[in-house]
């Protein structure tokens, strides 16, 4: 079956003269290929159509087996038995021929598969055919060599580059001019200046705070000390609050 889809057929190989006969070159499998591939289209669309055609047969001959029960109703009623037996036998033949395109219309969808899954699989094959040439193609072009000098290239541009920015990160005017050394030894200097000073200054006095007991005791001994404060006198009344009081004893008497 492959053979016959890929254009490998055995009477394509015992051509004379050609030393040996080899085998088809990648063009003319791919024009078979697409041969076949047209011949599957073309069946899968023709059992497509006749399954068509038979449905249609199906549905007329159901028809007229509902007509013939009818008829054979009718033949019977009017106690025609000839004329019934007629029109049952006619409901039997038709009965017989849905059942025989029932079978056809089955073989027909069988058929219509397995071609389309062949033509899957003969697209399969073709893809995997065509990604495999593909590769050797890609592999003839590139060699071990191509890939060493590349990467030696990249490698070198790298070195150039680290280069370049060594350069551009050393100092230039006056900060090229001075030695690291003497700064490190200044920033020593420095440090240490800033060391005895902090050395010679006097030390804080921490203040001390007293307990909680200590501080209540004295606070209770300065109250027990102060002498208690005199009452306020009671503030004396003027003669006209005196005079107002009597006025009002009187009207209330």
């Given at each position: 079956m492959f053979k016959k889809l890929f254009g490998q057929g055995g009477h394509g190989g015992?051509?004379?003269g050609g030393g040996g006969g080899g085998g088809s070159t990648p063009h003319q499998s791919r024009q078979v290929t697409a041969t076949s591939t047209q011949k599957t289209v073309d069946a899968i669309q023709k059992l497509g159509e006749t399954e068509e055609l038979l449905n249609k047969r199906?549905?007329?001959?159901e028809?007229?087996?509902?007509?013939?029960?009818?008829?054979?109703?009718?033949?019977?009623?009017?106690?025609n038995t000839r004329a019934a037996l007629m029109s049952l036998k006619r409901k039997k033949a038709y009965e017989k021929q849905i059942e025989q395109?029932?079978?056809?219309?089955?073989?027909?969808?069988?058929?219509?598969?397995?071609?389309?899954?062949?033509?899957t699989t003969a697209e399969t094959v073709l893809?995997?055919?065509?990604?495999?040439?593909?590769?050797?193609?890609?592999?003839?072009?590139?060699?071990?060599?191509?890939?060493?000098?590349?990467?030696?290239?990249?490698?070198e541009a790298q070195d150039?580059?680290?280069?370049?920015?060594?350069?551009?990160?050393?100092?230039?005017?006056?900060?090229?001019?001075m030695d690291e050394d003497e700064l490190a030894?200044?920033?020593?200097?420095?440090?240490?200046?800033?060391?005895?000073?902090?050395?010679l200054e006097p030390a804080p006095v921490p203040a001390t705070r007293l307990p909680a007991r200590a501080q209540a005791q004295p606070a209770a001994a300065a109250g027990q000390r102060m002498p208690n404060v005199p009452a306020a006198r009671p503030k004396q009344k003027t003669a006209e609050e005196?005079?107002?009081e009597a006025l009002e004893a009187e009207m209330a008497a």
């Amino acid at each position: 079956m492959f053979k016959k889809l890929f254009g490998q057929g055995g009477h394509g190989g015992g051509g004379g003269g050609g030393g040996g006969g080899g085998g088809s070159t990648p063009h003319q499998s791919r024009q078979v290929t697409a041969t076949s591939t047209q011949k599957t289209v073309d069946a899968i669309q023709k059992l497509g159509e006749t399954e068509e055609l038979l449905n249609k047969r199906r549905n007329l001959l159901e028809k007229k087996v509902n007509e013939a029960l009818e008829k054979t109703k009718e033949y019977q009623r009017a106690k025609n038995t000839r004329a019934a037996l007629m029109s049952l036998k006619r409901k039997k033949a038709y009965e017989k021929q849905i059942e025989q395109i029932d079978n056809s219309i089955s073989r027909v969808n069988e058929q219509q598969m397995m071609l389309e899954n062949q033509r899957t699989t003969a697209e399969t094959v073709l893809a995997l055919q065509q990604g495999v040439r593909a590769n050797k193609a890609t592999m003839q072009e590139l060699n071990i060599d191509d890939v060493d000098k590349t990467m030696d290239e990249i490698s070198e541009a790298q070195d150039q580059m680290q280069q370049m920015n060594d350069v551009l990160s050393q100092p230039i005017g006056a900060a090229a001019d001075m030695d690291e050394d003497e700064l490190a030894a200044e920033l020593a200097e420095l440090e240490a200046e800033d060391l005895d000073s902090q050395l010679l200054e006097p030390a804080p006095v921490p203040a001390t705070r007293l307990p909680a007991r200590a501080q209540a005791q004295p606070a209770a001994a300065a109250g027990q000390r102060m002498p208690n404060v005199p009452a306020a006198r009671p503030k004396q009344k003027t003669a006209e609050e005196l005079e107002l009081e009597a006025l009002e004893a009187e009207m209330a008497a």
